[in-house]
């Protein structure tokens, strides 16, 4: 068996079809969002504008959220010591968790070390909890709900992307008897479009499905305390499970979910990736819970975030670039294929000083690749203006086509 | 279907066994380590000594892990913003990659956010790169190991613990042609024996399948650069793939792979659990990073950790209680039945001050649950002291048998 070419085999599929990945090694600058220095292959140094990071807020250099983070090294050091159960529960942990319940109208909240691990672990978890489970699953699921949905051994159904006709459909079809649950997100990340939460849960509630939502991409973000879209809805009591992230909006690192006291108690319980991992440094956990601490008042930087958003599309929109819309704070603009994707991320890079990365598959589906923009409230109007030059210049560079999208 | 009540029965059912886990809410002190505070559930505290950490040598206090990450805060910020893919890569991931790399005397190391997604994300992963692949997993691999090795989707033979014999069989009986892995760990952390690694080293080459091994409860702490039992045992270019972590000794968080550049290149490649979720906090890799190269020379501090294991041992061994001795620096006391084993827990820590968390199934078998000591360098003669009298103490007040168990 050589298995250097089987490993050559599996790189050169990703080389022939031009999506190869190929790691940006930046380094932000505290107080100095979206601004970096790109370290070239070459060792020579770069400014760059970051637009597509995912500290959608900027809160990766909030004052308050440092000022925590040194505050628990200097207090009880570097890491926990320990998995939750074996001497890794800190009075950091609990507060964050409280910090988090009380975001989502929630008896209880479980951290997790990601969001991604939240997902998989609960997700995977379910069926021990309610043997029979039936999970029905958005087409369009992150991939670490996948990955939950796939290996927790139960049946499952995956429903066309936001199809509620279609989820009504499986569901009817399914024993009334069987436990059911939907698993979906409030905000797609790739093309920034919303879940339609209030009919899928109007379903739940005729089918006695429980439902599970990823609000990844919108807490911190949207509601008036930045809980995310089911806040902003007045849905937020309707959900049995909320996902949610510490590592985007919130600027730090780590995921949860918020459920009943119960719940959480179970998962804590049962889930494999929950029991057996060191829990989160306090001093992560303390930076998160001072941002979600602050996020819950300062509507302020929510309002600018969508601002930026709103217009970075009108002024994307107005040079003719395809850009998709949904009203969300994610500004994704197709090329359609990835070695033009490619190229032209490569030139906003070394030209322009302009850090975006492509977007290919799987990620996306094949002819739908892009460039994803992440404006932010730190991203001034020279920094826009600077990337909006620059998109225009590079669209008829390469001479692509100016045509927009179905918003 | 009635959810709540059947949360009810997942949960009392741990409670019947006597096996429902309690967090015990601690807050270490920075250099006062294994000083730490209890906050019991009254809301009142007390102080107490923990027995029961990873944080095997001390390094979460150490200063020059916790001068690191001020820099890194001050400098960068708190979270990476991103995934490794998508603006998450700085050179702070770089430099701990390059770190670990070294340490292993391989060409490349990657980046997890735990050791427990990396066992789990590599596992999983290989059968994409080898199709065909059979899996040889020791029967006492980590959790977060069968985790990887069952979600693979391609074949699994598990051998009988450390069983050579056994794993020959295994391999003899299939297709010679076919792709091989072995799974193994090189130190048992619930036992504390070591891996018959040149063995298992032996048979891979005999059968020309690869090798992977978990040195979670060994870097930092074994090996001259504290690489690991490979390393001591002059086998670390023998194995193919080499996992580690860096939230126990090195004392700060994450986990790593470290193989050929050809093998990181493709797993960060095709692993969903690698590439879907966000990188660690450029701090924390900056923190584990001063940890991983202050570990290399500091070999006073190794011989001190190996040397209070052995006091500990022999001191209760002299007691003639029952641990089991492979002659790792892992103390583990057989009590043999999960309410016992709680309420002795229990007692440590009420009435001495001692935090020595109950291992109970299903992290050990039934009828082998256990109180586990991890001594470390930063624990003196005054805390050997009281514990070996707490225990001495409680062995009789509980009537328990004072019976040697094989080494």
């Excluded at 990703?14 to 100095?32: A, P």
């Excluded at 790739?190 to 005729?206: H, N, V």
């Excluded at 070394?350 to 290919?360: A, L, M, R, T």
């Excluded at 002819?367 to 932010?376: A, I, K, N, Q, V």
Aim: charged content about 20%.
């Amino acid at each position: 068996m050589d298995f250097s070419a089987k490993l050559d085999e599996a790189l050169n599929r990703l080389h022939e079809e031009g999506r190869y990945r190929t790691f940006i090694d930046i380094e932000r600058e505290k107080g100095n969002f979206p601004h970096a220095v790109w370290n070239r292959p070459d060792g020579t140094q770069q400014p760059v504008t970051v637009w597509c990071g995912n500290d959608y807020l900027g809160m990766g250099q909030h004052p308050a959220v440092l000022e925590a983070m040194h505050e628990a090294l200097d207090a009880t050091g570097a890491g926990s010591g320990g998995t939750r159960n074996i001497s890794g529960t800190t009075v950091y942990h609990k507060r964050l968790e409280a910090e988090l319940a009380d975001l989502h109208g929630k008896e209880a909240a479980l951290l997790f070390t990601s969001a991604y691990i939240a997902n998989d672990a609960t997700l995977s978890t379910l069926p021990k909890l309610f043997p029979g489970l039936i999970i029905y699953s958005d087409a369009l699921n992150h991939a670490s709900m996948i990955e939950g949905v796939r290996r927790n051994g139960g049946d499952k159904r995956i429903f066309r992307h936001n199809d509620v006709d279609h989820l009504r459909e499986l569901l009817a079809a399914d024993d009334p008897a069987a436990p059911k649950v939907i698993a979906f997100e409030s905000i797609y990340s790739m093309d920034g479009d919303f879940g339609p939460i209030k009919a899928i849960c109007d379903l739940a509630d005729e089918f006695g499905a429980l439902t599970y939502i990823d609000e990844v991409h919108a807490v911190g973000m949207y509601g008036p305390r930045g809980a995310g879209v089911c806040e902003r809805d007045g849905l937020m009591h309707r959900l049995d499970i909320i996902n949610g992230t510490l590592a985007k909006a919130y600027g730090v690192m780590g995921g949860y979910i918020a459920a009943s006291a119960k719940m959480c108690d179970a998962i804590r319980s049962y889930a494999p990736g929950f029991i057996f991992t060191t829990s989160l440094p306090p001093a992560i956990a303390a930076g998160a819970a001072a941002s979600v601490r602050h996020l819950k008042t300062d509507q302020e930087r929510r309002d600018l975030h969508q601002q930026q958003a709103k217009i970075l599309k009108l002024r994307l929109k107005g040079l003719g670039l395809p850009i998709i819309d949904h009203g969300s704070h994610i500004v994704p603009v197709i090329v359609g294929d990835p070695v033009h994707t490619k190229a032209l991320s490569d030139m906003m890079l070394d030209e322009f000083g302009i850090y975006v990365q492509p977007i290919n598959f799987p990620t996306v589906p094949r002819g739908t690749e892009r460039l994803r923009f992440t404006p932010s409230p730190v991203h001034g109007p020279r920094e826009m203006d600077t990337l909006v030059n620059a998109m225009d210049q590079l669209w008829s560079h390469c001479a692509l086509n100016r045509a927009e999208l179905a918003g």
